[in-house]
């Protein structure tokens, strides 16, 4: 079974302390500030809606009608990276399709706020696996299986959602990907361009991703390549001309630095903790090597005895 982000140097170890220390966090600001831009020209230059309200249409949308999808939202993996971006949607108030890996979420921050979006209007949660499986890989009824219990579970956390929407992990999606999601309900599937343009299958409609942000890198690790603004713009431009609406899709690893930035981070923490246990042990060794000898003590309290017998007489 396929699992992806691994979970490796963006594995959130101490979550309260990745976000109360600055350096330990796992966002590129700079790269943040990028996707920041790009949010704010969207608001500015197109009608920017949730996967199921273009969905929703009788026809893609009106010729500038923006998605904005962002996927692989997780409680364990890039959660950094996962938080302030949520935080910046909300701040903003500009709608997201999320795509949310559902037998890895459940815990705060994440779970509150997404709860906040739904409740809001400006989130709409999409089963994005429930750990990220290739569906296409899978037999019929494990399929079915797991988009239900992934379906299921996120209904249960957030129960003012309204979960429509499948984006099959690695853009993989067949026939068989579309029946499981007619069998569970869900109206919309969402995946690569190269699946092919909008089309209606059996009361599931298809919509396609036509824009990337950003590219991954040659390691699972890596950090994703963000493309400039100005080339995202124009392939966003050419999708409004073309197809009648775009889909940019943003993902968290593209907002997170390199792993060996986390890794020189961990490193620094981990040399702060033991300077702090060597300066522990010092003041304790001094303590103890500052305390009167107990043979000391004993000739004392001998002395002592003895005059008070010698005033008793």
């Not at 949730?50 to 904005?68: A, K, Y």
């Not at 996120?154 to 129960?159: A, C, D, R, V």
């Not at 092919?196 to 890596?222: I, N, Q």
Request: some cysteine.
């Amino acid at each position: 079974m396929l699992i992806d982000p691994p979970l490796g140097p963006h594995l959130t170890l101490l979550p309260s302390a990745t976000l109360a220390l600055g350096f330990l966090s796992d966002v590129d600001e700079n790269r943040l500030t990028e996707i920041e831009s790009l949010v704010d020209w969207a608001k500015t230059n197109a009608e920017v809606v949730r996967l199921d309200e273009l969905g929703g249409n009788s026809r893609p949308g009106n010729s500038r009608c923006i998605v904005l999808r962002f996927d692989d939202v997780r409680d364990t993996a890039y959660r950094d990276s996962n938080v302030a971006f949520l935080e910046m949607m909300l701040q903003r108030k500009v709608k997201v399709t999320l795509g949310v890996v559902a037998g890895d979420f459940g815990a705060d921050p994440l779970l509150s706020l997404v709860r906040k979006g739904v409740q809001e209007g400006y989130f709409e949660i999409a089963v994005h696996g429930w750990l990220h499986e290739n569906f296409t890989a899978l037999g019929e009824m494990e399929r079915i299986e797991l988009i239900r219990n992934a379906k299921n579970k996120l209904q249960i956390l957030i129960p003012e959602a309204t979960i429509s929407t499948l984006i099959p992990p690695y853009e993989a999606v067949d026939v068989t990907v579309l029946e499981a999601a007619a069998e569970n309900g869900l109206k919309f599937v969402t995946s690569d361009i190269a699946h092919g343009e909008p089309y209606d299958w059996d009361g599931v409609k298809f919509l396609s991703k036509t824009v990337d942000t950003a590219m991954p890198g040659p390691r699972p690790d890596d950090q994703w390549t963000q493309f400039d603004q100005a080339s995202i713009v124009q392939e966003i431009e050419r999708s409004f001309t073309t197809y009648g609406y775009a889909m940019a899709v943003i993902h968290p690893q593209q907002l997170t630095k390199p792993w060996t930035t986390n890794v020189l981070s961990i490193a620094m923490i981990g040399m702060a903790i033991a300077g702090a246990v060597v300066v522990i042990s010092f003041v304790a060794l001094t303590r103890r090597s500052c305390r009167r000898r107990p043979g000391i003590e004993s000739v004392q309290r001998i002395g002592q005895r003895a005059a008070q017998a010698a005033r008793d007489a």
